[in-house]
């Protein structure tokens, strides 16, 4: 099976600060990729999907990129309402395995 | 607007089973394929199951595979999740979520919920 790993673990920035998070597949995936925030307590919500395609409703300060084995997602300008943990997601075939999470914390 | 919404969740003690239910709304349920996904408590997501559209297809992760069945009933609307001879790495809130086909990113969530498996 496709192994996800996601890094770093957890980071802290200052609000403003421009944030990135790497997922790395142990195979190819295409775009096949899709990333979700999880605020504590709170259901997982879809930012973003096809690697890069922004799902509906999600600020444009959230962006995706990559193909093959290696994505990023950026925030572009970290705000207090994105402290949480982000997962990617492959979704080419089962398992649909996530990452571990990345925990974002406010400095 | 598209709602899930878990059910069944509960105590149970080891070695025993559980089904759980996915109830939905706001969408032709017969055209969606659902997926379940847990997470334990203070862990990350895990993938667990997925059915087709058609109930004919059915993928599991490794942890659950052949102790988990997942089955639905289009004509009723309803989704299940059987669990049995389950053990305490089981113990997590189980969401189901939906995104269409069985490979396909995941817009729509449930909230969630708890098994705990404890004696």
């Known amino acids: 099976d496709i192994q996800m790993t996601q890094s770093p673990s957890s980071l802290s920035a200052s609000v403003g600060d421009r944030v990135t998070i790497t997922c790395r597949a142990s195979q190819g995936i295409s775009n096949h990729l899709a990333w979700y925030q999880q605020k504590p307590g709170k259901v997982p919500k879809l930012l973003i999907y096809a690697a890069s395609t922004l799902h509906s409703g999600v600020p444009s300060r959230f962006s995706g990129s990559g193909s093959g084995t290696d994505f990023t997602l950026t925030i572009s300008s970290l705000q207090p309402e994105d402290v949480a943990t982000y997962y990617c997601q492959k979704y080419n075939s089962a398992p649909h395995t996530f990452g571990q999470g990345t925990k974002v914390e406010s400095k | ?119």
């Not at chain 2, 109930?55 to 942890?63: D, K, L, N, R």
Request: a neutral charge.
């Open chain 2, 1 to 119: 607007q598209v709602q899930l919404a878990e059910s069944g969740g509960g105590v149970v003690q080891p070695g025993r089973s559980l089904r759980l239910s996915c109830a939905t709304s706001g969408f032709t349920f017969s055209d969606y394929a659902i997926h379940w996904i847990r997470q334990a408590p203070g862990k990350g997501l895990e993938w667990v199951a997925v059915i087709s559209v058609d109930g004919t297809m059915q993928f599991y992760a490794e942890s659950v595979k052949g102790r988990f069945t997942v089955s639905r009933d289009n004509s009723k609307n309803t989704l299940h999740l059987q669990m049995v001879s389950l053990t305490a790495d089981d113990t997590a809130v189980y969401y189901c979520a939906t995104g269409r086909y069985t490979s396909s990113w995941l817009p729509y969530w449930g909230q969630g919920t708890l098994v705990t498996v404890t004696s």
